[in-house]
Each structure stands twice: as structure tokens, then as C-alpha cells.
């Protein structure tokens, strides 16, 4: 005998009444669900028409009853009784600001602040959001002693567990160990003891991304125990390094035979793992003249947010002088971007000229000044091309030069701003300005400014042009042919007065180049014609600079 038998799956239906037409129609605007697979199911919506109900107001409503009508059908009661529409919240001043409040309620004093009640779900997830950012990630409160004012409003106490305060007790780096713990303290500002804040703690580490010897590999990470919290840094070592130079060439306008300039820059980034920095430049070019520089740059010294930078500047115009500048600077940090710096330099020259009669513009002298800088520098370096998004500096001296034992007051004031504006991912112009002033009484031609070449404006020879004031202005369109090219146009404009030979001049330089990043590094061809305002263009006052930045 065969047989068989069918089970059937029934679904379960809910329907929900008020205890008036008035209250039903009320439940039916939640649209609540109504078909189920099991009677658990159908319980746990009957418990959130309950709470979602409290969140409109009505805090006393009250399930009546729950019963069977069928075998499919289920019937649920409600009493919603009074509804209310306000609460008054007290808190503690001392753990909630009142800055906080206003950020969710209009109406508020130093004990309490009012919310509607459909409200205070969204506004106690807001409160508890702020509070674990300034270290209570496990904050735990609730409201209590809830009374009624009258007959729509209702006040209450939120209680807030003092217990959940967290502070950072380790910060541990992973990945480059040796990563200069000086830097945690004053650049990033995160040290032991300090209130936790997750995402204040994103924030800082964002700033890593201004620093050119370290990358951060992925976000903080936090281990919290019973008693501690251990703040974990993933960062990484990049290569920091970079050796610049660049070769230039034109024709020389006395003897019509090409000619050779060029110069080496070595930059040591971080060798010592201390953020120190490290600058050597050697120059030589077609008109004789040779310069030796060299800067040690230490930031944070002893722990301390202060810093010192060392300079010396050799220089040698063939056999006519030397001149060989001290420098020494004690800065301070105020942000990542912003530098204040006070220093002092020394400057001695010496002429070199067996008969100084055959030029009394050139003499023995010995200056000193005081100075004070100021510096801002925004950088992006995920732009590879354009590593530095604004830069600016100004500079105030005074001093005085001892020559011939006469001593002459001086006022030195320098200025240099470069920005980079994104027309779009394609194209940019790009700015660069500077200048330079020397106020004194009497001048020398050792002591002047020199200027003009690949650094100021192109076009003109290294360092040809003298000057006791000057200041000139690059102009550049860069058209971005894809993410490791460039090619652009020159347009530069200087003016210049030496006041030694009472002389004034609008120099100006047109040109194109290119850069482009290679497996050695960015490489960059300048080609660009200059001229003084009254001279016509020459082809053989052209010239052409070739630079090759190395990262290593």
C-alpha cells in the first residue's frame, strides 16, 4: 500500500488595533509588517511597534492584549494613553559642553536642554558619537528619573558613566621603528597621557602626509584592555634623498664660442633618523664664478619644539673677491605648514685685486645682522610634478658693514612666494615670485644681489645680473600630457636697480620646457630667450637648461 502525505506552510498574519478608531488609524500610519513565518516573528514587530510608538511620544502607551483569532490570524490591542511632545533633559556641565548642546538643541541653559521626543534617539547617538571622540569610546548613559511636567512635556536625567574616560597610556610604531620620536610630540602633537580621540587622531595622522621621509601605511588602530589603551602608528621609510643638477649652455656674446654652466644640489633627508636635513650645493658657471653652500637643518632639539639651522655660503668671482656668509637660525614650528625664525648672519668679503684702485666699487668689509623669517609651505606630495602646492617666505634684517673703518647701517628685507592653481586634472599655471631689497647709505659691488638663470629668470646667464633691489616674477602654463609629463611655457618678468651705479632695467624671458619623471628621476629641458626692455631678440641670447632630480 502506498501513501503520502502534503505539509503545508502557513504564514502567520498580525493585525494591530488602538483602543479608538483614532488610535488605529495612528498604528496603520507606521506601516508596520504584517505577514510572518513563525509566532517569534510576529512577536518581535509587536515589541518594536511598542518602542516605535514611545519614539512618537506616546511613553505610557501599553499592549492590551495579543490573541489568536485563527489558526493564521493574530490580533494585537494598544492603550497609547497620552502623548507627549517635549523633554527636558539635565546633564552634567562638566562632561557635555555646551557647545555640544547647541549642536542639537535650541532651548538650553547650564542644567538642561529641550528636544522633541521623536528627537532623542538621534540626538543621544549624536551626543554619544561626540563623546567617544574625546575619550569615552565605551560611554555608557541613559535617561532616569523621568517625570511628568504637565500634560505634553516631560523632563529627565541623563547619566553619563565617569568610569568610561580613556587616555592613551602606549603609542607603538609598526613598520619603521626608529621613526623620530620627537616628531610624535611636536608634529604630529600625540604623546602618552593624552585624551583619547580617534578621529582627532586620523586627523594629525593626516599630517604625515607633509613629511618627506615617512608614509603612513594604513589608518591608527587602537588596542583597548580592562586598564589601558595602546594607540598603534603603521608608517613606513621613503626615499628622501635627492641629488639635483642641472647643465646649461649658449653662446658667449665677446668670444661667439659655446659656453658650459651648471651646478650639483645634494639633499640628505633623515639619514640619522632624526628629521634632520642636510643641504650641499656647488655651482660653477661660464662667467668664473663658483659657489660653495652648505645648510644642517635639526628640528626639535633636546625633545624641544624649537629647532636650529646652520648655513655657510662661499662664493668667488674669479680672481676679483670672495665672500664667505655665517649664517646661524633658531626656529620654531607653530603648525606643520607655519615657521617662525630668528637667527643671525655674518658676512665676510675680501677683494682679491692686487690693485684695488682698478675698482674702488670692490673692498674689504664685514657685515652682521639680526633677522627675522617667517615661512608657510603647503605640500602635495602625491603630485610628483608638483610636489609643493604654495609656498612663501619674508624676511627682515638689520645689521650694519664695516669697511675701510667705516660702519654703515643696513636694512636687508627679502620675499618669495610660489603657487600652483589646478584649472582642472589637465592644466595649471603656475607662479612664482621674488624679491630682494638692501638699503645702506654707501654700496659695494661684493655686497649686492646677484641674480638670473634657471632659479630666477631664464634666459640670462647664472648669476649675471647685480643688483641692490630687485624682484621678478615666473609665469608658467603647464599642460599635463599624463601623470609623469609635463610641458609648459615660460614667461618671466624682473626689474632691477643698482643703486652703486644709479641703474634701473625691466629684464624679460620667453621660452617652453618639459619635465618628465624617468626611472632616475624628473628630468627637465628649458629652452628660453632673454632681454633687457630695450633690446631686440636675439636667437644667440638663448639658452637651454637641463636639470636631473634624483630621489634615492
Do not use: W
Not at 555608557?140 to 574616560?165: C, G, R, T, Y
Request: hydrophobic share 35%; aromatic share 12%.
Amino acid at each position: 500500500m502506498l501513501g503520502c502525505s502534503n505539509i503545508l506552510a502557513q504564514n502567520l498574519s498580525l493585525k494591530v488595533l488602538g483602543s479608538s478608531e483614532l488610535e488605529t488609524k495612528i498604528i496603520d500610519s507606521l506601516s508596520y509588517k504584517s505577514s510572518f513565518e513563525n509566532y517569534k516573528t510576529l512577536n518581535e514587530e509587536v515589541v518594536l511597534i511598542n518602542k516605535r510608538l514611545q519614539s512618537l511620544g506616546y511613553i505610557e502607551n501599553v499592549l492590551v492584549d495579543t490573541e489568536k483569532i485563527n489558526d493564521s490570524l493574530y490580533q494585537s490591542t494598544f492603550n497609547l494613553k497620552q502623548r507627549f511632545y517635549t523633554i527636558y533633559i539635565y546633564y552634567a556641565k562638566n562632561l557635555i559642553s555646551i557647545e555640544l548642546i547647541k549642536a542639537i538643541s535650541s532651548d538650553y541653559n547650564d542644567e538642561y536642554f529641550a528636544l522633541p521626543i521623536r528627537e532623542i534617539e538621534g540626538a543621544l547617538g549624536f551626543i554619544n558619537s561626540k563623546l567617544a571622540n574625546k575619550g569615552m569610546p565605551f560611554s555608557e548613559f541613559s535617561l532616569q528619573n523621568i517625570e511628568k511636567v504637565n500634560n505634553d512635556k516631560l523632563k529627565a536625567d541623563l547619566l553619563i558613566d565617569k568610569n568610561s574616560v580613556r587616555n592613551i597610556d602606549k603609542v607603538l610604531i609598526k613598520g619603521y621603528e626608529q621613526f623620530p620620536k620627537s616628531y610624535l610630540k611636536h608634529f604630529l602633537k600625540i604623546k602618552e597621557g593624552q585624551l583619547f580621540n580617534l578621529d582627532v587622531i586620523k586627523k594629525k595622522t593626516d599630517l604625515l602626509n607633509d613629511l618627506n621621509f615617512a608614509n603612513q601605511v594604513k589608518t591608527p588602530e587602537v588596542l583597548f584592555t580592562k586598564d589601558s589603551t595602546s594607540l598603534y602608528l603603521y608608517l613606513e621609510k621613503t626615499k628622501s634623498n635627492s641629488f639635483d643638477g642641472f647643465l646649461g649652455f649658449g653662446t658667449n656674446e665677446t668670444t661667439n664660442k659655446l659656453e658650459f654652466d651648471g651646478y650639483l644640489n645634494l639633499i640628505l633627508n633623515n639619514s640619522l633618523n632624526y628629521g634632520e636635513q642636510f643641504n650641499l650645493v656647488y655651482k660653477s658657471d661660464e662667467n668664473d664664478q663658483k659657489t660653495f653652500k652648505a645648510n644642517l637643518s635639526l628640528p626639535y632639539l633636546f625633545g624641544s619644539p624649537f629647532g636650529t639651522e646652520l648655513a655657510l655660503n662661499i662664493f668667488k668671482k674669479d680672481s676679483t673677491f670672495t665672500t664667505v656668509n655665517q649664517e646661524v637660525n633658531i626656529f620654531y614650528e607653530i603648525n606643520p605648514k607655519n615657521k617662525l625664525i630668528i637667527g643671525a648672519n655674518i658676512v665676510q668679503s675680501n677683494n682679491l685685486l692686487e690693485q684695488q684702485s682698478l675698482n674702488s666699487d670692490i673692498s674689504d668689509f664685514n657685515s652682521q645682522f639680526i633677522k627675522a623669517k617667517y615661512s608657510f609651505k603647503q605640500v602635495r606630495r602625491i603630485d610628483l610634478l608638483f610636489p609643493i602646492d604654495f609656498f612663501a617666505e619674508a624676511s627682515l634684517g638689520f645689521g650694519n658693514r664695516r669697511s675701510n673703518n667705516e660702519s654703515i647701517k643696513q636694512k636687508e628685507i627679502k620675499v618669495k612666494a610660489s603657487k600652483n592653481f589646478n584649472l582642472d586634472d589637465k592644466n595649471i599655471i603656475y607662479i612664482k615670485t621674488e624679491g630682494n631689497t638692501l638699503t645702506s647709505n654707501t654700496y659695494l659691488t661684493n655686497e649686492l644681489f646677484r641674480f638670473g638663470g634657471i632659479n630666477s629668470i631664464r634666459g640670462f646667464e647664472e648669476n649675471s645680473i647685480l643688483a641692490s633691489q630687485y624682484g621678478f616674477a615666473n609665469l608658467e602654463y603647464h599642460y599635463r600630457v599624463n601623470s609623469v609629463m609635463n610641458i609648459h611655457t615660460i614667461t618671466d618678468i624682473a626689474y632691477l636697480e643698482n643703486k652703486l651705479i644709479n641703474f634701473k632695467e625691466k629684464l624679460f624671458g620667453f621660452g617652453f620646457g618639459f619635465g618628465i619623471l624617468t626611472k632616475a628621476g624628473l628630468l627637465k629641458l628649458i629652452y628660453a630667450n632673454g632681454k633687457s626692455e630695450n633690446q631686440k631678440f636675439r636667437l644667440s641670447n638663448s639658452k637651454i637648461h637641463i636639470s636631473l632630480n634624483v630621489i634615492f
